[in-house]
């Protein structure tokens, strides 16, 4: 009997040691602590800001993964500080309305740079179902983030086939067959 109430008063103190350490490991975890010292976090650069036209969407129907659509892509602007470019007309968005109500876009297209460069371009990204967001204060629509990749010759724009990015996919209030696209290199 002796060993059994040793047992439990040993116990019933180490739990109570216990807690003030979970809480903390809660606490810690909860403020986003757990990052090891010295871990690399990534950073964003902007790229650029792209106002992509389109076409009315061509409507393929219901298929196993959702709605299908195909919007054709017919231009645009693209501005940043290392790059300056048009979309080239001729590039398609396979957008889909997901069965789970996420949305999909998977979109390849050219641009070609003020200095006359071909760079492919394939976008994709998935939004997660939720109610669209009010437009911000600057009348912007927010739809999803998306992972562009670049296919650029060797030379002066070949860091973008080494880098990594983001983008944010939206539209103005007001735009008609156009979408905002805005795109950030991971540094």
Request: charged share 20%.
């Amino acid at each position: 009997m002796t060993d059994r109430r040793s047992f439990l008063a040993t116990a019933c103190v180490a739990v109570g040691a216990a807690i003030p350490v979970a809480d903390r490991a809660s606490a810690e975890a909860a403020q986003g602590v757990g990052l090891p010292a010295g871990a690399r976090v990534p950073k964003l650069e902007f790229v650029y800001e792209c106002n992509a036209t389109l076409s009315p969407a061509v409507a393929m129907g219901k298929t196993v993964e959702g709605q299908r659509r195909i919007i054709p892509i017919t231009g645009g602007s693209v501005r940043g500080p290392k790059i300056r470019a048009e979309l080239l007309s001729g590039g398609w968005d396979w957008n889909l309305s997901r069965n789970d109500g996420a949305g999909s876009v998977d979109a390849a297209y050219y641009m070609k740079t003020d200095d006359g460069i071909l760079i492919r371009i394939v976008n994709r990204g998935v939004g997660g179902g939720a109610p669209r967001a009010a437009p911000a204060a600057n009348g912007e629509l927010f739809f999803m983030f998306t992972h562009p990749e670049f296919e650029a010759p060797v030379g002066k724009y070949d860091w973008l086939n080494r880098s990594m990015f983001v983008g944010t996919l939206g539209a103005h209030r007001d735009a008609h067959n156009a979408v905002l696209i805005r795109v950030f290199q991971v540094v």
